[in-house]
Nanobody, 124 residues
Framework: VQLQEWGPGLLKPSQTLSLTCAVY??????????WSWIRQPPGKGLEWMGV???????YYTPSLKSRTSISRDTSKNQFSLQLSSVTPEDTAVYYC?????????????????WGQGTQVTVSS
């Protein structure tokens, strides 16, 4: 499985971040695959943001739940992240990632396949 994410590199505070991840070598509907967004702010560790499962169910980390939405387009084999009301604290490298398992996980290092990451900077 290969993943490739993309989106705008620079946003202003209060805007909505939209990122998309294309999936190659597998189907986003394959059983037991979980598709997540993970980010890494400068100088900090990885932060799991949320996941969409193979059946389309979603889960988000509590601290970001009110601003985060993950969706999928099965016709394009892609899934997307929207993060609203961004602030400079949302500046990070954003990754899409996946794992094959009977359960989802919030632990970034348990994901097997990762995109290359895309830098997002929030600045006025």
């Amino acid at each position: 499985v290969q993943l490739q994410e993309w989106g705008p590199g620079l946003l202003k505070p209060s805007q909505t971040l939209s990122l998309t991840c294309a999936v190659y070598g597998g189907s986003i509907r394959d059983t037991y695959y979980y598709w997540s967004w993970i980010r890494q702010p400068p100088g900090k560790g990885l932060e799991w943001m949320g996941v969409i499962g193979y059946e389309g169910d979603t889960y988000y980390t509590p601290s970001l739940k009110s601003r985060t939405s993950i969706s999928r387009d099965t016709s394009k084999n892609q899934f997307s992240l929207q993060l609203s009301s961004v602030t400079p604290e949302d500046t990070a490298v954003y990754y899409c990632a996946t794992r094959w398992s009977s359960i989802a996980t919030m632990i970034p290092n348990e994901y097997d396949y990762w995109g290359q990451g895309t830098q997002v900077t929030v600045s006025s």
